[in-house]
């Protein structure tokens, strides 16, 4: 069992920024591969981004420029920067771990833990 704890979000205005965090319980995620999805109201759920544990990151073309993920492997932490932020990224934002090195990483069936979720709203 991986427990993984979610910070961050609220809410900002159309252009903003806020940062995600997520960070792993009793396991270091050095090796692993991350991910970030989304869920709006009446819609389901959507990939974002993927943090491989090689390096390489993967994002939604709807997020690509704007948003970035990275790692803090010392403080074993992985970041969600959105910048310019807009009305439409509004949702609810998961993080979520593979054990197993899955191939896609844009399936969420790729995953095996996921955090809590954190809401993020942006207003026009």
């Known amino acids: 069992q991986v427990e993984l704890v979610q910070s961050g979000g609220g809410l900002v205005q159309a252009g903003g920024s806020l940062r995600l965090s997520c960070a792993p319980s009793g396991r270091s995620f050095s090796r692993d591969n991350m991910g970030w999805f989304r869920q709006a109201p009446g819609k389901e759920r959507e990939f974002v981004a993927a943090d491989r544990w090689n390096g390489n990151t993967y994002y939604a073309d709807s997020v690509k420029g704007r948003f970035s993920s990275s790692r803090d492997n010392a403080k074993n932490t992985m970041y969600l920067q959105m910048n310019n932020l807009k009305p439409e990224d509004t949702a609810i934002y998961y993080c979520?771990?593979?054990?197993?090195?899955?191939?896609?990483?844009?399936?969420?069936?790729?995953?095996?833990?996921w955090g809590q979720g954190t809401q993020v709203t942006v207003s026009s």
């Open positions: 979520a771990v593979d054990l197993y090195g899955s191939y896609d990483y844009s399936v969420g069936g790729s995953y095996d833990f």
